[in-house]
């Protein structure tokens, strides 16, 4: 394999930018030897002496690159191996605090009661006061349990013989050495792939040019780089392995090991999920004609009884609507890993076990497998005139069955995070909202058709309807509140702009929390004209299946008018959004890429306009109905032209995915984000780090890739006495002054620059670690 190839296949995507230009320099070469001038005579010393001094302008130019690619790679590595140390003494501090009070860092016993009431005593704090300040600090005071919890609760504790905040703390911590062992990992690929590059494509610039100068540049710079020296992330990688099989895993290597382990950068798929895809697949090309052929050809009971198609379509189209959806998600998984798109980083899931784009491909196909067969059976049922109507609401409880069965089956951890997210998408407005929450709320906002299918399979099931009939003609007429007069359109309305509210909630949300105006508030607005559309569709359908006036006279409904204006305007609004927004196109900086944006991923500019203009002509869709609704002949099918309607949102939602998703790997590659930032401590370290990723952010020689979550101690200020609050202003301005000092003097460019501040910055810890007590005692002084 090619080392060019070799390095697009093994590199970290967030950090493509700051490797060597390999394939740049491979050319650089190439071009030299192309545009060299030839050598006519070997004896002309004049022919020679130009052929010389064009290879040796041609070097001074390459080797100076090569020098701004050491430079660029030095600095990189030194920032990063600078972050790792900071987490590393993070979670050494960490792992000896819990030490220090339980005695034992693994969760496997429960600590002592002794130890928890040593723990309080440390803290020296009164039963009510510490309830109060945890009522009062809950969604923000990160405290260890031993130090908010009274000698009563502990009694408590003992009965139940569990203490399930240590057990949580403790697996937070071991998912933070997991990601931090993983960051190792990637750091000292870093390393060799950059070595291998230089080393390559000196040896490549000998071979063409017929000369050692690239040899020796190579000992004289490379070998003595310090991305190549350091040894730092070895010891780093050594250490790691011993602290977490000593103190997290109880000595067991094999089991830490299994924690630890760093997925492949390609993901490898199982041979048992492709065979069982291709099983599932195989079933479903035999299905589906089948069913086609079973409509026309058993469109008739054996009574003579026409098939009822219409509540076939009712029932079975949302549930082949979300099927869909789970297969071309996995299509869209497959696409992201081609391209380098690092989905699993941007969703926060689990890289050592999330679903494959095999797995999601086969979790759909086996549905629709099932969507088939009982499709199937109410084509015979109808036909043999036997209950046909049981069969779609068997199929309804078979997939939730599915998805919440507790058993350890058909992937329940991503069931299970399916479920929890979706709980974050319904209380949105209650806890901040990731981005995992907003893409799923947005997938929710393609398949209103199936919120508003509810309306019709609640009034079917549990209205007064004999759905065990096999006589549709002679079923009473639903007589329940919600399936009679303006009340079921004004219920369909609210269940089909039900998504389109809970991501209104959601951008309302963020701005509560961000204060920022644009975007949220007007992406908020957004939502709201989709609401609006959704609204003046019921009342169109409404007026006109209610008034006789309307129904006879079409042009006369002033509803018609008011819907097409809402519907203009909220996909005019949708179509800016998500071209400018959404997928960051039409960028004014783009460059070579004209109408798209300076950096794009996938491999032809033609898949960017091709999602343009099908994002302009799926949006304005919906004009058809306005031809369907002055033409009431075609009416008979506006349940068929829906479903239609649906099967291009989802289309849609599809495209959308892969642009939605390759803007916010580019957001993070900016801040070079490859594994996340797991913080746990829960306690004070000495360094306030809001001021210092403050100071990092607004220095021009040091780059902030990632801003952290401050991690509260049990220490508020709120507390404090005029006297300590002066005391820790004192503090913070001397760590602020540290800074300043050393941020004009160091600009981390190597790693012993580094490894001097870190160390001054540990010292700086010890010493306001050793205070804790003390300044303890000053907020239990500062009550009275």
Same mark, same amino acid.
């Given at each position: 394999?090619?080392?060019?190839?070799h390095?697009?296949?093994?590199?970290?995507?967030?950090?493509?930018?700051?490797?060597?230009?390999?394939?740049?320099?491979?050319?650089?070469?190439? %071009?030299?030897?192309?545009?060299?001038?030839?050598?006519?005579?070997?004896?002309?010393?004049?022919?020679?002496?130009?052929?010389?001094?064009?290879?040796?302008?041609?070097?001074?130019?390459?080797?100076?690159?090569?020098?701004?690619q050491?430079?660029?790679?030095?600095?990189?590595?030194?920032?990063k191996?600078?972050?790792?140390l900071?987490?590393?003494?993070?979670?050494?501090?960490?792992?000896?605090?819990?030490?220090?009070?339980?005695?034992?860092v693994?969760?496997?016993?429960?600590?002592?009661?002794?130890?928890?009431?040593?723990?309080?005593?440390?803290?020296?704090?009164?039963?009510?006061?510490?309830?109060?300040?945890?009522?009062?600090?809950?969604?923000?005071?990160?405290?260890?349990?031993?130090?908010?919890?009274?000698?009563?609760?502990?009694?408590?504790?003992?009965?139940?013989g569990?203490?399930r905040?240590?057990?949580?703390?403790?697996?937070?911590?071991?998912?933070?050495?997991?990601?931090y062992?993983?960051?190792?990992i990637?750091?000292?690929?870093?390393?060799?792939?950059?070595?291998?590059?230089?080393?390559?494509?000196?040896k490549?610039?000998?071979?063409?040019?017929?000369?050692?100068?690239?040899?020796?540049?190579?000992?004289?710079?490379?070998?003595?780089?310090?991305?190549?020296?350091?040894?730092t992330?070895?010891?780093?990688?050594?250490?790691?392995?011993?602290?977490?099989?000593?103190?997290?895993?109880?000595?067991?290597?094999?089991?830490?090991?299994?924690?630890?382990?760093?997925?492949?950068?390609?993901?490898?798929?199982?041979?048992? *999920?492709?065979?069982?895809l291709?099983?599932?697949?195989?079933?479903?090309?035999?299905?589906?004609?089948?069913?086609?052929?079973?409509?026309?050809?058993?469109?008739?009971s054996?009574?003579?009884?026409?098939?009822?198609?219409?509540e076939?379509?009712?029932?079975?189209?949302?549930?082949?609507?979300?099927?869909?959806?789970?297969?071309?998600?996995?299509?869209n998984?497959?696409?992201?890993?081609?391209?380098?798109?690092?989905?699993?980083?941007?969703?926060?899931?689990?890289?050592?076990?999330?679903?494959?784009y095999?797995?999601l491909?086969?979790?759909?196909?086996?549905?629709?497998v099932?969507?088939?067969?009982?499709?199937?059976?109410?084509?015979?049922?109808?036909?043999?005139?036997?209950?046909?109507?049981?069969?779609?609401?068997?199929?309804?409880?078979?997939?939730?069955?599915?998805?919440i069965?507790?058993?350890?089956?058909?992937?329940?951890?991503?069931?299970y995070?399916?479920?929890?997210?979706?709980?974050?998408?319904?209380?949105?407005?209650?806890?901040?909202?990731?981005?995992?929450?907003?893409?799923?709320?947005?997938?929710?906002?393609?398949?209103?058709?199936?919120?508003?299918?509810?309306?019709?399979?609640?009034?079917?099931?549990?209205?007064?309807?004999?759905w065990?009939?096999t006589n549709?003609?002679?079923?009473?007429?639903?007589?329940?509140?919600?399936?009679?007069?303006?009340?079921?359109?004004?219920?369909?309305?609210?269940?089909?702009a039900?998504?389109?509210?809970?991501?209104?909630?959601?951008?309302?949300?963020?701005?509560?929390?961000? %204060?920022?105006?644009?975007?949220?508030?007007?992406?908020?607005g957004?939502?709201?004209s989709?609401?609006?559309?959704?609204?003046?569709?019921?009342?169109?359908?409404?007026?006109?299946?209610?008034?006789?006036?309307?129904s006879?006279?079409?042009?006369?409904?002033?509803? *018609?008018?008011?819907?097409?204006?809402?519907?203009?305007?909220?996909?005019?609004?949708?179509?800016?959004?998500?071209?400018?927004?959404?997928?960051?196109?039409?960028d004014?900086?783009?460059?070579?890429?004209?109408?798209?944006?300076?950096?794009?991923?996938?491999?032809?500019?033609?898949?960017?306009?091709?999602?343009?203009?099908?994002?302009?002509?799926?949006?304005?869709?919906?004009?058809?109905?306005?031809?369907?609704?002055?033409?009431?002949?075609?009416?008979?099918?506006?349940?068929?032209?829906?479903?239609?309607?649906?099967?291009?949102?989802?289309?849609?939602?599809?495209?959308?995915?892969?642009?939605?998703?390759e803007?916010?790997?580019?957001?993070?590659?900016?801040?070079?984000?490859?594994?996340?930032?797991?913080?746990?401590?829960?306690?004070?370290?000495?360094?306030?780090?809001?001021?210092?990723?403050?100071?990092?952010?607004?220095?021009?020689?040091?780059?902030?890739?990632?801003?952290?979550?401050?991690?509260?101690?049990?220490?508020?200020?709120?507390?404090?006495?005029?006297?300590?609050?002066a005391?820790?202003?004192?503090?913070k301005?001397?760590?602020?002054?540290?800074?300043?000092?050393?941020?004009?003097?160091?600009?981390?460019?190597t790693?012993?620059?580094?490894?001097?501040?870190?160390?001054?910055?540990?010292?700086?810890s010890?010493?306001?670690?050793?205070s804790?007590?003390?300044?303890?005692?000053?907020?239990?002084?500062?009550?009275?």
């Amino acid at each position: 394999m090619k080392f060019g190839v070799h390095l697009l296949a093994n590199l970290t995507p967030e950090w493509n930018s700051q490797y060597i230009q390999y394939q740049y320099m491979k050319e650089l070469l190439n %071009k030299a030897i192309a545009e060299a001038p030839i050598l006519v005579n070997n004896d002309d010393d004049d022919d020679k002496s130009a052929y010389e001094e064009y290879f040796l302008r041609v070097d001074e130019e390459f080797f100076e690159y090569c020098g701004k690619q050491v430079t660029k790679i030095n600095t990189f590595f030194a920032e990063k191996l600078a972050e790792a140390l900071r987490r590393f003494t993070t979670l050494k501090d960490e792992i000896q605090y819990r030490k220090l009070i339980y005695g034992d860092v693994s969760p496997c016993r429960n600590p002592p009661i002794a130890i928890i009431q040593k723990a309080n005593k440390i803290g020296q704090c009164h039963d009510d006061r510490i309830l109060m300040m945890h009522r009062n600090q809950r969604s923000s005071l990160k405290t260890p349990f031993s130090r908010i919890l009274p000698d009563r609760f502990v009694k408590n504790a003992e009965k139940q013989g569990k203490q399930r905040i240590i057990h949580k703390d403790t697996k937070t911590l071991k998912l933070a050495f997991s990601e931090y062992y993983l960051m190792l990992i990637l750091l000292q690929k870093y390393q060799l792939l950059n070595f291998t590059g230089f080393i390559k494509i000196l040896k490549k610039h000998d071979k063409l040019f017929h000369t050692t100068r690239g040899d020796e540049w190579r000992k004289l710079h490379i070998d003595k780089a310090t991305f190549y020296t350091s040894t730092t992330v070895t010891e780093l990688i050594r250490d790691v392995e011993r602290i977490y099989i000593d103190e997290l895993e109880s000595g067991d290597r094999a089991q830490a090991m299994k924690r630890l382990r760093v997925p492949p950068l390609e993901e490898t798929q199982s041979t048992v *999920v492709t065979f069982r895809l291709g099983i599932f697949i195989g079933v479903i090309a035999v299905l589906l004609p089948m069913v086609i052929i079973l409509i026309i050809v058993l469109n008739k009971s054996q009574s003579g009884k026409p098939l009822a198609w219409r509540e076939a379509l009712h029932l079975y189209r949302s549930s082949f609507l979300i099927i869909l959806q789970i297969i071309l998600a996995g299509i869209n998984v497959y696409g992201w890993s081609s391209a380098g798109v690092n989905h699993i980083l941007i969703f926060e899931l689990d890289p050592r076990n999330h679903l494959t784009y095999q797995q999601l491909l086969e979790t759909g196909a086996f549905l629709c497998v099932l969507w088939c067969i009982s499709f199937i059976a109410f084509i015979l049922t109808s036909y043999l005139d036997f209950y046909p109507f049981i069969q779609p609401l068997i199929f309804f409880i078979l997939m939730i069955i599915l998805l919440i069965n507790p058993a350890p089956i058909l992937y329940r951890p991503a069931r299970y995070w399916l479920l929890r997210t979706l709980g974050l998408v319904f209380t949105g407005a209650f806890h901040r909202i990731h981005f995992a929450d907003n893409w799923l709320c947005n997938q929710l906002t393609s398949i209103e058709l199936a919120f508003y299918d509810l309306e019709y399979f609640f009034c079917f099931y549990f209205s007064n309807h004999e759905w065990w009939s096999t006589n549709l003609d002679s079923l009473p007429s639903p007589e329940h509140v919600f399936c009679t007069g303006w009340t079921r359109f004004l219920l369909q309305a609210l269940l089909l702009a039900l998504p389109s509210m809970l991501r209104f909630i959601q951008c309302i949300r963020r701005y509560y929390d961000t %204060k920022l105006k644009y975007p949220h508030l007007v992406n908020a607005g957004k939502y709201a004209s989709s609401i609006s559309v959704a609204i003046t569709n019921s009342l169109r359908r409404g007026s006109i299946a209610l008034s006789n006036d309307y129904s006879n006279n079409l042009i006369s409904n002033p509803f *018609v008018y008011t819907w097409i204006i809402a519907a203009f305007i909220s996909s005019t609004y949708k179509i800016i959004w998500d071209i400018k927004m959404d997928w960051g196109l039409f960028d004014k900086n783009a460059g070579e890429n004209r109408f798209l944006r300076d950096h794009i991923i996938y491999s032809s500019k033609n898949y960017y306009y091709y999602a343009i203009i099908q994002e302009i002509v799926f949006r304005y869709s919906w004009t058809m109905n306005i031809f369907i609704q002055f033409h009431s002949g075609a009416a008979e099918y506006a349940d068929v032209t829906g479903f239609c309607f649906g099967l291009i949102e989802l289309i849609r939602r599809f495209s959308w995915n892969f642009f939605r998703l390759e803007n916010e790997h580019l957001n993070n590659c900016g801040r070079y984000r490859a594994i996340r930032d797991i913080s746990i401590k829960p306690i004070a370290t000495g360094v306030d780090f809001t001021l210092i990723s403050s100071k990092l952010s607004k220095t021009p020689s040091i780059r902030n890739r990632l801003t952290s979550v401050r991690c509260q101690t049990i220490i508020e200020e709120n507390n404090l006495t005029t006297k300590n609050k002066a005391k820790m202003d004192d503090l913070k301005n001397n760590i602020e002054d540290f800074f300043n000092n050393q941020m004009s003097t160091y600009h981390y460019k190597t790693v012993s620059e580094v490894n001097t501040i870190n160390t001054t910055l540990e010292n700086i810890s010890s010493r306001r670690y050793r205070s804790l007590t003390s300044l303890n005692n000053c907020l239990n002084s500062s009550r009275t």
